[in-house]
Every structure is written in structure tokens, then in C-alpha cells.
């Protein structure tokens, strides 16, 4: 995905016969959502390590969109952290030329750098955003314009569904009902921002949900959508212990997808409602895998990069699967191609819409085979002065490798701590990020993980999670889809090996990466402070 793709939208605009006006766009985009929804585990996901449990959540708007529309198989975040990964979204360039926007703790929005919501706000359209687009950092959407454009009078009690329907229930409602006041949250926003609209305009509005973020109520996939964890066993990816605490957790973050799905059925609703269904284009994805699971969020794995995503609306051509591998690098300019708005010469995201065009399934583009992903700084503490775990990765069809440039640190922060006095109580690993091991989210997982750490079955776990890891690693999906198996070192893939880190460096050095340069000085020595040169 070189630079010289940059301005591809602007050599296939889309032909004015497709469309008589410029189409509205409805972008949903979830905190830590990746591959998981039922239409994938119809569809087999290629390389998806959620693949088995995706049989056990229940997706009926992404599965009924996506199936009007285009799934994407193989889509992937450009990094696996929440503010990288959205810089990365509404630059359209890869995480590293974000400048303080590539970290989380830390980050610092540089606005000289064009946004997609803004260049459309820009060029005529009313924009509008309920929960996050950004963030954190100061001011926390920047890229959108603050909250000058926010929509959140009816309420932001969603991000927090399992916990506010289990409380709603308690003063004794049924269930469902307690759902529809969340649900009656979302529409009740999303109606404030149409009503709000300039009539004739076009827009653009984002829905940002964080309720698949930690945490979520313990028991309540079972409790509110009836996944039972125990239907789990058997199905867990090996590099999780297939034990009830997992199994359960699982469960309930299943629970939260379902119930995100919820609000896509309500969003959808009242855009009927506006007549304005067939003229929207409906993009959605979510920023990186499951928080507080080992290989998820804050890693390189597919079980972290990979994401859901389909598109449809006008100019789509529907009903497809597609294999090609695409970065969320390539939204912004797919959405600026649509809006008919030039996309600026430093975006590296390639357009979509040749994807969206096109009439079959599967591989469309020969070209698109690969993709880049990385990770800079997660949470400020993890390590001894606030220094990174660097990381790159490429990712085909067949092969996933990675660089881990700092192999002597350690991969999701400190652990010393556990050796001291006993450790912290395992209650607070399960609560808070912050005590241990900082760049895996706070969970019964981790805490299990924690806790099991020297036993005979817990210590494997617990190494492939947080001990160190070597500088390249190698998986051969065709015989190990869920990457547990490192052959870097193998001879047999002496060549691939070769192959895999050329291009993957050659790309770094072609779009500027600031780690390839003076051994990274520029993400070493943090906070960081202007913009890449």
C-alpha cells in the first residue's frame, strides 16, 4: 500500500450516472469490536481465531447489512490501540505519520494533518457524532472538531449496556424492556442530529459505541442474551485456557456485540424513517480485537488486527464476500471518493471502491494480498519510563510476520511487581489496568492468567500472553490458523522469511515509518512532540 495509490480516488471518481446526489453516510464504528458476528461464522472466516465462537453470537442488522452490501474477510486496523488505530482511520495514513497521535497515553491530535470528517464537513456536509471518535488525548475529537458537532442529549448510558440493563432489571422490568432504553438512547441521539440537519445537505454522521470495551457485567451473556459459556468449551482458541472463567468472559463480551448489533437495528430505523435509506452509505468496523484476552487487543495477531467490516448503499454492489486484504486506512479515502472530495496526496489508504464495484466475490484485486500493521506506546506505565513495544507486522493470505524491534522489553509491560509481597490482589487485576501487566485490559481472563501463573497447566498460558518474545516471529496460517506455532527459525521458511521482512521494511522506509530511522529514536524518548518529518 504505497503512497502512489494516494490519489487512486481521484482517478476513478465515481461516474455521475451512479448517483444524483451525493450520498449521506452513516459510519459505525465500535470500541474494541473486532470479527465477531454471526455472518462470519457462515461465511468461515479465513485466519479468524473466532471463527467456532462466532456460532454462539447473534448479529442480525451487521448479518442482514453485510449481506446487502459487501463483507470484507479480510480487513485489518493499521494498529491495535484505540487512539492509533482512529488516527490512522480519519487520516487515512498509516499510524506512524500521526505524529503523538501514534500512542495513546500521551496523544496529541496535530491538526495541519487533514481529517475525513472535517474535509467533508468542509465541503457541504452536516456533521454530527455521538460517543467516541477519538480520544484520549486533548481536546479528546479533534479530528472531529471537538464536541462542537457531538449528539449525546439523550443520553451515553450505552457504553456501559450489560451493567445499565442489569440495573434497570433489578427495580424489576423485564429484560427486553430494560434493552429499550438503551436502544431508545441511540435513536433519541441520532434523532437530535437529522432534526438538526440543513435541509438539502448531505451528512455524515458517526456512531461510536464503547460499550465492547471494558468492562462489561460479569455473567451477563448468559443473564441478558442467553449464551451459555459452557456451549463454549471446545470452541475457546488454544492460546486461551479453556476454562469457566474464560469461557464466561468470552460469553459476555459475545453479549456486548449483540447488543451493539441492537443499536445498529436502531439506527437503521429511524434512517428509514427519513427516507434517506437508499442515498446512505453505511460503513461498519470497529478499532481492534477483544480487550483483556491474550493475542487481542495491544497484539499483532489476527485475533488483534482483524476486524469486521462491511459497506453498503448506493454505488455497492451487493450480496458479496470479499477476500482482498484491506486496512482502515483505506476508509477515509473510499468515503472522500463518494463525497466527490479530493483526497489529500499524503493519505496511504487505497480506495475501496474498486472492491465495491466490481461483480464477484472473493479476490478482487491481485494486488491486494497484504497488509501493514503495527504498535507503538499503549498505556503510559507499562514499562520503566514510558517506553514503547515496538512492533510491525505484515499479514497475507498464507503468512503472518513480525518484527518486535525491542525484543528485550517486555510485550504487555512489567511483571516484577507479582513477584512482591504476593503480588496485587487478583480482585484488582481484574479491575484495574493500571497494577500489572498494563497493556493487557483488566479482566477475569487476565486475572485467571495471573493467578494460574506458576501452576503445570497456567504457566504456558500465562508465557505465551506476557514473557518476552523473540525479535521475528513467523506463523503459517494454512496449518496454523490461530499462530501459535513460531517457525521464524525454521528452515524450511528461510526463504519466506526473507521475503516477508524485505517488503515489510521496504515499506516502512517508503511511507516514512520514524522507526526505521536512527533506531526509533523519534518513539523512544516520549512524550513525543511535532509532527514526522
Known sequence: MVSTFAIFGLLSPIAAQEKEKRPNILFIFA???????????????????????NEFVSTPNFDRLASEGVLFR????????????????????????????????????DPTIPSFPLLLRDSGYDIGKTYKVWGPGEPVDAPFDGERHAFEQAGRRFGQFSQQVTKIAAKGRPVEEAKDVLYAEVRGNFRRFLASREPGKPFHYWFGPTNTHRHWQQGSGKALWKIDPEKLKGKVPPFLPDVPEVREDLADYLGEVAALDGAMGALVDELKKTGEYENTLIVISGDHGAPGFSNGKCNLYTFGTGVSLSITGPGVKGGRVVDDFVNLTDIAPTLLEAADVAVPPVVTGRSLWPLLRAEKSGQIDPARTWTLTGRERHVENAREGSLPYPQRAIHSGQYLYIINFKPDRDPMGRHEILDKDGGPPIERVRQDTRVVLADMDAGPTKAWLVANRATEFGKPYFDRAFAKRPKEELYDLSKDPYETVNVANHPAYAKTRAELETKLLDELKRSGDPRVVNDGAYFENPPLSGPVK
Open 74 to 109: 479480510n480487513a485489518h486496523v493499521n494498529a491495535p490501540s484505540c487512539t492509533p488505530c482512529r488516527s490512522a482511520l480519519v487520516s487515512g495514513q498509516y499510524f506512524w505519520r500521526t505524529g503523538r497521535g501514534a500512542i495513546l497515553v500521551g496523544a496529541k491530535w
Open 31 to 53: 470500541d474494541d469490536w473486532g470479527r465477531y458476528a454471526g455472518i462470519y461464522h457462515k461465511h468461515g472466516a479465513p485466519g479468524s481465531p473466532l471463527a467456532a465462537l
